[in-house]
C-alpha cells in the first residue's frame, strides 16, 4: 500500500501544466500519473500547483544569540510557507558554531522545533583545524563555512596562511564567503548612514572579484576539490 496520494494537482509535465496524480512510498516519488490504488492517506490538490520543494543552502537563522530577530523555529517555519523545505543554516551566531559543543548544541535547539529538513554549517577559524579534520561523519553537519570576509558575528578568517590552513584540513565541503576584508575596512568611509544604496558601494564587486582571484590562485597551489563561494 502506498503512504500517500496527491490527487487531481496541477504539474508541469514535459513543459505543460497536467492534472496528475501523485503516490509516494517511504518518502519518495514513486508514480506520476492517473493512479488508482490504496494509500494510507490521500489529499486532494484539485486547483493547486504541485511544485517540487526548493532547497535553500544559505539560511541565517540568528539562534543561539539574535532570537529577537529569527529563530530556528520561525525561520523554518517561513521556509515552509516559501516553498523551501530544507534549508542549510550558516554557523555565524552568538556564540559561532565553531567547535563540537556548539555544534551539539544547535541540533538540541532545532529538535522538534524545525518545520523543514536541515542541515548546519560547521564555523571555521584560524584555529580550529584539529576539530574541521573530524568532521567528515559528524550528523547534521552539511559543511564547513569560512568567512574570509568579516559578516555578522566574530567568524572571520582572513589571512592567506590560516585559509589554507582550513582549505588542508577540511573533511567537509567548504563554503566561503569571499570578500576582501582589507578592501572592507577601507571602504567602510563610504557608508552612509541610513542610506542603504551605500551598502552595494561599500561591498562592491571589486571586494569580491579581488578575494576570488587569491582564492582561485591558493586552490590551484593545493589542488583542494569540494570548495564552492557564496
Known amino acids: 500500500m502506498l503512504d ?3 490527487k487531481n494537482g496541477k504539474c508541469y509535465i514535459d513543459k505543460d501544466l497536467k492534472d496528475q496524480d501523485i503516490a509516494i512510498k517511504e518518502g519518495k516519488i514513486i508514480e506520476i500519473g492517473k493512479i488508482n490504488k490504496e494509500a494510507k492517506e490521500i489529499l486532494d490538490a484539485k486547483d493547486l500547483l504541485v511544485l517540487p520543494g526548493c532547497m535553500d543552502t544559505q539560511t541565517h537563522f540568528r539562534e543561539p ?3 529577537d530577530t529569527e529563530d ?3 525561520g523554518s ?3 515552509i510557507v516559501g516553498g523551501i523545505t530544507s534549508v542549510f543554516e550558516m554557523p555565524n551566531t552568538n556564540p559561532p558554531t565553531a567547535n563540537k559543543k556548539e555544534f551539539q548544541r544547535k541540533l ?7 518545520y523543514c529538513n536541515y542541515g548546519f554549517y ?6 580550529n583545524a584539529n576539530e574541521l579534520a573530524d568532521l567528515k561523519d559528524l550528523e547534521g553537519c552539511c559543511g564547513i563555512k569560512l568567512f574570509a570576509g568579516s559578516s555578522t558575528g566574530n567568524l572571520l578568517v582572513q589571512h592567506e596562511k590560516d585559509i589554507e590552513i582550513v582549505f588542508k584540513n577540511s573533511s567537509k565541503v567548504v563554503a566561503v564567503h569571499s570578500e576582501d576584508e582589507e578592501i572592507l575596512n577601507r571602504n567602510k568611509k563610504l557608508i552612509k ?5 551605500s551598502h552595494p558601494i561599500w561591498r562592491s564587486v571589486s571586494v569580491q572579484y579581488r578575494q ?14 569540494h570548495i564552492f563561494f557564496m
Open 72 to 74: 530556528l523555529h520561525t
Open 4 to 6: 500517500l496520494i496527491i
Open 122 to 127: 560547521f564555523g571555521a577559524t584560524p584555529d
Open 77 to 79: 517555519r517561513a521556509a
Open 108 to 114: 538540541d535547539l532545532a529538535k522538534n522545533r524545525m
Open 65 to 67: 544569540g539574535s532570537t
Open 212 to 225: 576570488l582571484e587569491e582564492l582561485l590562485r591558493l586552490l590551484k597551489d593545493i589542488k583542494k576539490k
Open 193 to 197: 548612514d541610513g542610506d542603504v544604496h
